[in-house]
């Protein structure tokens, strides 16, 4: 991983590019697997000696994510200090790596094998097996990945479990070997296509091309562009087009007119959600449904380098796992007028 290390209006030291330089690396110990990480280090235009803070951005590409912090100014006093700010975007940064990684174990953890059973008898069509809980299973000789032939009682198997139309069967059956995988290249290559088919990318399923603003634009534009897109958030981008946060229409509302707010002097960037989660577009959906589950969120950006490609909220997955759901046909429906 080659990092990323941009200075904007700040006078690049090579103690201070050596200390960015060392904290990166001290990502790592929270996760080693990250992909890339970008650092950009900022200060107002019209800087004085005194009262103006510093801004420090921490974008770190991980499987399936992008995580990011932004210290904006205006946060905290503290951050008239470059050593601080610096300081305080890679401690935020840790600690996002650390609910990462925690999330990324309990996945493997919850994870589902393939039931197991034990073939109880044969016939010249079909045979039975029995499952884990006890259950006496059918199954069609179709069913069976490699030589029916070969399969007999007391073999021990993986499948896939169905309804049928006399009640429950097993589909996909592959024997296991000893070492309690599939007993052939050809069974595990079966299991393989089955488990991608049921592992959706995100790209798959969100919604492309999102209504995108500028950081500066006012509440009363970034309204109209909601209701003109009949939508309820857009997404807030910096200059160069990456991601800065999110506003929403309630945002506006609670923390925009709420609190008294000019719409039409009050910039997004004042009221956005900072430090947005993102998904990577090769994300599953299991990972976004885990992640939107964790965080408590309805909608997340899809990012790519930095910058949002598409936007996935709950609507669109209800409607890609179940669309008869209520919920489902509730983000179908065209927007009320």
């Known amino acids: 991983m080659e990092p990323q290390i941009t200075f904007r209006h700040v006078e690049s030291s090579p103690l201070l590019r050596n200390d960015v330089q060392a904290r990166i690396e001290e990502l790592h110990q929270y996760y080693q697997g990250i992909i890339g990480c970008r650092v950009t280090i900022e200060a107002p235009h019209h800087?004085?000696?005194?009262?103006?803070?510093?801004?420090?951005?921490?974008?770190?590409?991980?499987?399936?994510?992008?995580?990011?912090?932004?210290?904006?100014?205006?946060?905290?006093?503290?951050?008239?200090?470059?050593?601080?700010?610096?300081?305080?975007?890679?401690?935020?940064?840790?600690?996002?790596?650390?609910d990462y990684a925690r999330r990324r174990r309990r996945a493997v953890k919850?994870?589902?094998?393939?039931?197991?059973?034990?073939?109880v008898r044969t016939g010249e069509q079909f045979g039975f097996l029995m499952a884990d809980d006890g259950r006496e299973i059918y199954f069609h000789r179709n069913s069976v990945v490699g030589d029916y032939q070969q399969l007999a009682p007391g073999a021990e198997v993986r499948f896939a479990e169905e309804m049928g139309d006399k009640g429950?069967?097993?589909s996909s059956v592959v024997p296991v070997g000893k070492n309690g995988h599939a007993s052939t290249a050809v069974g595990s290559d079966h299991i393989s296509r089955e488990e991608l088919s049921m592992a959706k990318q995100v790209e798959q399923v969100m919604t492309r091309n999102p209504k995108v603003v500028n950081r500066s634009t006012n509440l009363r534009d970034a309204a109209c562009i909601m209701r003109d897109s009949q939508i309820g958030d857009v997404l807030v981008c910096e200059d160069d087009g990456r991601l800065a946060g999110?506003?929403?229409?309630?945002d506006i509302v609670v923390r925009g007119l709420a609190q008294g707010c000019d719409i039409d002097r009050t910039t997004v960037g004042e009221i956005c959600s900072a430090e947005p989660i993102g998904?990577?577009?090769?994300a599953?959906?299991?990972?976004?449904v885990t992640l939107m589950r964790d965080r408590a969120v309805r909608r997340v950006?899809?990012?790519?380098?930095?910058?949002?490609?598409?936007?996935?909220?709950i609507g669109d997955l209800a409607q890609m796992r179940d669309p008869e759901s209520a919920l489902a046909e509730i983000s179908a429906a065209p927007p009320s007028t």
């Open 110 to 119: 919850e994870r589902v094998s393939p039931p197991h059973g034990v073939v």
């Open 168 to 170: 429950p069967q097993a």
């Open 246 to 250: 999110i506003v929403t229409d309630r």
């Open 47 to 98: 800087r004085r000696r005194n009262g103006d803070l510093f801004r420090v951005r921490v974008d770190v590409t991980v499987p399936g994510e992008e995580l990011v912090v932004g210290h904006h100014p205006g946060q905290n006093e503290a951050h008239e200090d470059l050593n601080v700010a610096v300081r305080d975007a890679f401690d935020a940064m840790n600690r996002q790596l650390q």
């Open 284 to 288: 599953t959906v299991d990972e976004a």
């Open 279 to 282: 998904l990577a577009p090769t």
């Open 301 to 313: 950006p899809v990012v790519q380098d930095g910058r949002p490609v598409g936007i996935l909220s």
